[in-house]
C-alpha cells in the first residue's frame, strides 16, 4: 500500500524501497514483481527495468511480464529487441482454456504487437478507411 502511495504521488524511488521490502516477504508475489518494475520506470530507470524484466522472465515466464518488457522496450525505441518479446504465437492461444484477467492481458498484449508493427512501418496512427 505504501509503494502504491508513494507512485501516485510521483516519488518512485520511496516506491521502490517499499517494494523491493515487500518482494523479500513474497519474491514471487506477481503484483509487486510488476509494481518494481512500474517503479523503476517512473523513475526513468528504463535500462534497470529491463535487466529487472530479462531475470524476472528468465524464472517465470508470465505473459504480464512479457507484457510489460515489451511495452518498456518500445517506449525506449529498441523495438527489434520489443519484437523478440511481442509475438503472435505467445498471445494467441486456445481463448477457451483462460479467465477474464489473461484474456485481458492477451488482447492487451496483441494490441501491443500492433503498436509495435506500424512503429516498424512508419506509421503513427491507425487511421480507419470508410466504406465505400
Not at 28 to 43: H, R, W, Y
Amino acid at each position: 500500500m505504501l509503494g502504491k502511495a508513494m507512485l501516485a504521488i510521483q516519488e518512485p524511488q520511496d516506491a521502490l524501497a517499499a517494494f523491493t521490502q515487500a518482494q523479500g516477504y513474497d519474491p514471487n508475489d506477481s503484483e509487486v514483481v510488476l509494481l518494481v518494475g512500474q517503479a523503476l520506470t517512473q523513475g526513468h530507470y528504463y535500462q534497470k527495468a529491463i535487466i529487472y524484466y530479462q531475470n524476472v522472465l528468465s524464472s517465470n515466464n508470465k505473459l504480464e511480464f512479457v507484457l510489460e518488457l515489451g511495452l518498456l522496450l518500445m517506449k525506449t525505441k529498441r523495438l527489434s529487441e520489443a519484437d523478440k518479446y511481442l509475438n503472435l504465437e505467445l498471445f494467441v492461444d486456445e481463448f477457451s482454456n483462460f479467465g477474464i484477467s489473461e484474456l485481458k492481458i492477451m488482447v492487451k498484449g496483441l494490441e501491443c504487437i500492433q503498436q509495435l508493427q506500424m512503429r516498424k512501418q512508419g506509421v503513427d496512427n491507425l487511421k480507419s478507411n470508410p466504406i465505400a
